[in-house]
């Protein structure tokens, strides 16, 4: 039996554009956005208990375990597994390493969540559909059933409706400005547009196969209430927009632009200052845990 699913990645998000086109009853914004997985990523380990236990064994400066979205996604797991089999899973122990920057608008929580549902699942033998698997994160972070969809998408409603697209085949650097934005703050804004019209996928398609990979299409409409509220973000999109189309992802911080080849990516990098963190980053056409998965690349 399978008691153990080491160095799981949970990768970061790009939000290629980000069209707010609407606002539900209930606050909730309808968007438009193009996703993009790239292969920077937190790393998570996962060991079976035997006494039903869910407990992270690292310590998340910031995020007390009761509110870990890895912890909370698990119990929603538990739980389903419980009104499945008849009996409470059998416990398990997760160590986080993690490097993506909270409140980045790289996804890194719902990306660790979604990491965690998807190892859980296999090292439980829950049995739980990737469809059953993303109506479970749902409600915990609008992202996560894109990270257990796995594959370039793009992504309707207000993160539930996704569609796979070919996205660019492209390298891109990415800058964490030093700020966390609080996505809360950037949603509630009373500028934020709402009403941009609405596109089609093959709007986006269009674009890209016209070799416009490096980024012209739409546009990310959470970034100008993010870069007056954080001034650190209109800074990078400044710095960076001398290299390309420097654009924000999802409600903030970090900023990305793309290059066509991975020496640009070193070379752009290495200018950026001191101030700010930095790295490349190469797109993902696929969640890198689903080989994992199936490859049995474990621990027994
Ligand atoms: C904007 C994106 O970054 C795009 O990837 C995400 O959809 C945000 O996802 P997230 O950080 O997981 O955010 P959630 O925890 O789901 O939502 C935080 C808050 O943002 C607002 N929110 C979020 C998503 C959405 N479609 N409309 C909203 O109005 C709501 O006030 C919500 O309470
Ligand atoms: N495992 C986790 N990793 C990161 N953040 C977590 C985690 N669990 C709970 N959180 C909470 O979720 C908040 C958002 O974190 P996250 O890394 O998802 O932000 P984000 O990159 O801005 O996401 P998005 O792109 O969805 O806006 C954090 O500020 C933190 O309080």
């Given at each position: ?10 990768p ?39 006494d ?9 400066p ?38 993506l ?8 929580g ?10 859980a ?15 479970l ?11 257990i ?6 992504v ?31 949603f ?25 990979e490096?980024?012209g ?22 710095w960076?927009?001398?290299y ?31 101030a ?6 190469k ?18």
């Amino acid at each position: 039996m399978t008691v153990s699913l080491h160095h799981c990645p949970a990768p970061a998000k790009l939000n290629l554009f980000l069209h707010v086109i609407g606002r539900r009853p209930d606050g909730y914004h309808l968007l438009q956005s193009v996703f993009q997985l790239i292969d920077r990523c937190d790393m998570l380990h996962f060991d079976l208990r035997a006494d039903g236990r869910i407990v992270r064994t690292t310590d998340v400066p910031g995020v007390p375990e009761e509110q870990d979205l890895i912890v909370r996604a698990l119990r929603l797991l538990a739980d389903e597994f419980q009104r499945r089999h008849g009996r409470a899973v059998p416990g398990i122990d997760v160590a986080v390493d993690k490097i993506l920057p909270m409140g980045g608008g790289l996804g890194g929580g719902s990306s660790d969540a979604a990491t965690a549902l998807m190892a859980a699942n296999q090292l439980w033998q829950a049995g739980l559909s990737a469809d059953e698997l993303m109506a479970l994160g749902l409600p915990l972070g609008a992202d996560i059933p894109f990270f257990i969809f796995g594959q370039t998408a793009f992504v309707e409603g207000v993160g539930e409706a996704m569609q796979p697209v070919a996205g660019p085949d492209c390298w891109y650097v990415v800058i964490e400005p030093g700020v966390s934005v609080p996505t809360p703050a950037i949603f509630g804004a009373v500028d934020l547009t709402r009403d941009t019209k609405p596109v089609t996928i093959s709007d986006f398609s269009r674009d890209q196969s016209a070799q416009n990979e490096l980024g012209g299409f739409g546009k990310n409409d959470l970034q100008a209430v993010a870069v007056r509220l954080f001034p650190p973000v209109a800074q990078a999109v400044e710095w960076l927009g001398s290299y390309g189309q420097a654009r924000m992802t999802g409600s903030g911080a970090c900023v990305f632009c793309a290059v066509s080849s991975e020496s640009k990516a070193d070379e752009v990098v290495a200018q950026v200052p001191a101030a700010w963190k930095a790295w490349k980053a190469k797109a993902l056409a696929r969640h890198p845990l689903k080989s994992l998965l199936q490859n049995r690349a474990v621990v027994e």
